[in-house]
């Protein structure tokens, strides 16, 4: 399974930016879908998750700011950031759990490269 992440960037505080990650590999279904990050010198940590049928859970941190959004047809998940802080700079990256393949195996807790988003003050 390979997921591949974009649309990380530089930005100013308050400001906006969008993230998509695409899952490929003979995909039948994905579990559950969902966004890290990790700053400098810090561990990773939850930004926001997203069941197959729309369920999501957040980190207190990004509630109200940050909104996650799957496409199940397109095995891709997204997550739109609004009103960035300093404290949001970290590299991201994209998650899928319990991946169902053509052929019945399941893959787990597969990751993407990661994408970097920077937030001036």
């Known amino acids: 399974v390979q997921l591949q992440a974009s649309g990380g960037g530089l930005v100013q505080a308050g400001g906006s930016l969008r993230l998509s990650c695409a899952a490929s590999?003979?995909?039948?279904?994905?579990?559950?879908m969902g966004w890290y990050r990790q700053a400098p010198g810090k561990q990773r940590e939850l930004v926001a998750t997203?069941?197959?049928?729309?369920?999501?859970n957040y980190a207190d941190s990004v509630k109200g700011r940050f909104t996650i959004a799957r496409d199940n047809a397109r095995n891709a998940v997204y997550l739109q950031m609004n009103s960035l802080k300093p404290e949001d700079t970290a590299v991201y990256y994209c998650?899928?759990?319990?991946?169902?393949?053509?052929?019945?195996?399941?893959?787990?807790?597969?990751w993407g490269q990661g994408t970097l988003v920077t937030v001036s003050s």
């Open positions: 998650n899928a759990d319990r991946v169902r393949r053509i052929g019945g195996a399941y893959m787990y807790n597969n």
């Open positions: 997203i069941g197959s049928g729309g369920s999501t």
């Open positions: 590999g003979s995909i039948v279904s994905i579990n559950i």
